[in-house]
């Protein structure tokens, strides 16, 4: 039986009985993320360790990446897509 079915189920029997139905398969599952990274840097700090997010590493990859980039590499990319606007050639 999938998730799907079972809730339906759930839901039909909730329904019946005059319970409240169940929340949707999915439906939690942002929330849940959120409490899990937050519980995660929780115990980064209480084990002594830095407690960066995925946010922080994902900015720190983007200006290495463009820093690696040349000055050179980024003239041929403006010459072939232009300048962009309000930017001194």
Known sequence: MSITQQYLLDAYRARQLG?????A???HD???VREWHGRRRFRAVLAGRPAH???RRALRLRWTLWR???RADRAVRD????PRPGRQG
């Open 19 to 23: 319970e409240p139905v169940p929340p």
């Open 25 to 27: 398969p999915g439906a």
């Open 79 to 82: 010459r072939q897509v232009g």
């Open 30 to 32: 942002l929330r849940l």
């Open 68 to 70: 690696r980039t040349s």
């Open 53 to 55: 997010g995925p946010v």
